[in-house]
């Protein structure tokens, strides 16, 4: 069975920084792209980060570039995604999936982990 489990998120100031995982189940890990994803209160799950399967490429929504960093560890099945410089517009759940291109694949989803940027 696919399981996605995330972990990481807290309460930070803006300004902050948080570091995001995300623990994959399933053996074939590296062989898909995965990304971040957020949804925040009455507001539809956008897409944030992506990275491609050896974790050469990465690719990001506007409004995160320069401030959000997605990897990835194949050896380990985790991503990853370091979030600096935080806003409060940046809260939000964050869950991850496998991704093509910016949309998700599974149509399970993790609990996601609560991310809270305070003004």
């Known amino acids: 069975q696919v399981q996605l489990v995330e972990s990481g998120g807290g309460l930070v100031q803006a300004g902050g920084s948080l570091r995001l995982s995300c623990a994959a189940s399933?053996?074939?890990?590296?062989?898909?792209?995965m990304g971040w994803f957020r949804q925040a209160p009455g507001k539809e799950r956008e897409f944030v980060a992506g990275?491609?399967?050896?974790?050469?490429?990465?690719y990001y929504t506007d409004s995160v570039k320069g401030r959000f960093t997605i990897s990835r560890d194949n050896a380990k099945n985790m991503v990853y995604l370091q979030m600096n410089s935080l806003k409060p517009e940046d809260t939000a759940v964050y869950y991850c999936n496998a991704v093509g291109g910016n949309v998700a694949l599974l149509s399970s989803w993790g609990p996601g982990t609560q991310v809270t940027v305070s003004s």
């Open positions: 990275i491609n399967r050896s974790g050469g490429t990465t």
């Open positions: 399933w053996r074939t890990f590296s062989n898909y792209a």
